[in-house]
């Protein structure tokens, strides 16, 4: 089974698949190797905690009825 990138990395040397402009296939290569996948993880979970506690965060303009 190959990871997403890998399979990216395919595509876009077959012609199948372009990056967006300025992006290149040795760039994402170096951003997946910067991080070990628990990392990554860690960080993604840290994100998403982050953002719904924004959806929890009591409003203090909404009044009550």
């Given at each position: 089974m190959k990871?997403?990138?890998?399979?990216?990395t395919?595509?876009?040397?077959?012609g199948?698949?372009?990056l967006?402009?300025?992006?290149?296939i040795a760039q994402l290569?170096?951003?997946?190797?910067a991080k070990t996948d628990?990392?990554?993880a860690q960080e993604m979970q840290h994100a998403k905690a982050q953002l719904f506690a924004l959806f929890n965060k009591p409003d203090s303009k909404r009044k009550a009825a």
């Open positions: 990871t997403p990138l890998e399979r990216l395919e595509l876009h040397e077959h199948l698949a372009t967006k402009e300025g992006q290149t290569q170096q951003q997946a190797r628990l990392q990554a």
